[in-house]
């Protein structure tokens, strides 16, 4: 249940957020520091999301089957850096995922 | 005045502004819809983040931190901290959406988000203000149908993939792909170093708040750069 609130609730505030300005046109200026600020929340959160979830994949492994995650994670990031596409990351990553997976003793 | 039908060309025209955006817009609702397939919430529940959050960034957090037992409140926090940026888009096309009806106004709102507001953009300081309303409305729409049919595909075909594909993985990578190329910016670098470090010293932090501390110790930690000018 508290799903769907949550999702409902998320959604509502997204969509005032976006109605906000267009309806309080020119009467509130927001301080420039908020501007900046805003523009470094997407990078934090995909960040913190990206080190969240690897931690969750290496976790209650062997010490050995937790390195699977972290190999695949250098292949996308030695990808990612070499051809410049964010996209080379799952290309580069799930397949290095699934070899590593197969051949780390469990 | 808002006249759709004598604009098809300028809708169309925006729509076409629009494609270059979706080569990376649609493996990314893909992956979303495959990580709402893999996490422990009811599919629709996953695919009505498309709709009803309509911003992938927030989606993610939303869908992620809900399948790791996060509190509501802090998962609400958290997804409407990513959209603040939504009112500073918001403000950018009030300007020019002053005088427009209100069902306009309420609508095209709606279909505010990153790239709907760069196509828009484009068409506002280009074109006549009618023709850029039309302009504006063939890029959002556009975007927000194959938005929706990349989440309905990746949740559809996510659900039925054998377990050692471990597409529970795809979106963690996704996100080292978006991060990455980030980091040739100081206020950036600064700005993802914390927030993973943060995030991963307070991976047991209680009510799945870690992520919540991550994100404002990032925005803290880019706020200290230098701002580029």
Redesign the interface.
């Known amino acids: 249940m508290s799903t769907w609130i949550v999702i409902v609730a998320v959604g509502l505030g997204s969509y005032l957020f976006r109605l906000s300005m267009v309806i309080l046109t020119g009467r509130i200026t927001m301080p420039a520091y908020l501007e900046r600020a805003s523009g470094l929340v997407a990078p934090a959160a995909f960040a913190a999301l990206a080190a969240a979830g690897v931690a969750e994949a290496c976790g209650g492994h062997g010490l050995t089957q937790a390195a699977a995650p972290l190999i695949a994670v250098a292949a996308a990031v030695i990808a990612v850096l070499r051809t410049g596409s964010p996209q080379a990351a799952i290309l580069a990553g799930l397949p290095a995922l699934w070899v590593a997976t197969a051949l780390l003793p469990s | 005045m808002i006249s759709l039908r004598a604009d098809r060309s300028d809708i169309a025209a925006g729509a076409r502004a629009m494609v270059p955006w979706l080569a990376?817009i649609v493996?990314f609702g893909l992956?979303i819809g495959v990580s709402a397939a893999q996490a422990d919430?009811?599919a629709m529940?996953g695919w009505?983040?498309g709709?009803?959050?309509?911003?992938g960034?927030?989606q993610?957090?939303?869908i992620?931190m809900?399948d790791?037992g996060a509190a509501?409140v802090i998962?609400?926090a958290?997804?409407?901290?990513?959209?603040?940026?939504?009112?500073?888009?918001?403000?950018t096309?009030?300007?020019y959406?002053?005088g427009t009806p209100w069902w306009w106004?309420?609508a095209?709102?709606?279909l505010?988000v990153d790239p709907s507001v760069a196509v828009g953009l484009d068409g506002y300081q280009r074109l006549s203000r009618d023709r850029a309303h039309a302009h504006y409305f063939g890029g959002a729409v556009l975007l927000w149908v194959c938005w929706l049919a990349a989440i309905g595909a990746g949740a559809t075909v996510g659900a039925g993939l054998p377990a050692?594909?471990?597409l529970?993985?795809?979106?963690?990578?996704?996100?080292?792909?978006?991060?990455?190329?980030?980091v040739t910016s100081p206020?950036?670098r600064r700005?993802?170093?914390?927030?993973?470090?943060?995030?991963?010293l307070a991976?047991s932090a209680p009510l799945q708040l870690?992520?919540a501390l991550?994100?404002a110790?990032?925005?803290i930690a880019?706020?200290t750069a230098e701002?580029r000018r």
């Open positions: 990376g493996p992956v919430i009811p529940a009505l983040t709709p009803l959050i309509y911003a960034s927030s993610v957090a939303t992620g809900l790791a509501p998962v609400v958290s997804a409407l901290i990513i959209n603040i940026r939504l009112i500073f888009y918001s403000a096309m009030a300007r959406w002053r106004r309420l095209a709102a709606y505010i050692w594909l471990h529970e993985f795809v979106m963690p990578l996704y996100l080292v792909g978006a991060v990455v190329p980030k206020a950036q700005a993802i170093l914390a927030a993973a470090t943060v995030a991963l991976l870690g992520i991550a994100i110790a990032g925005v880019g706020l701002p």
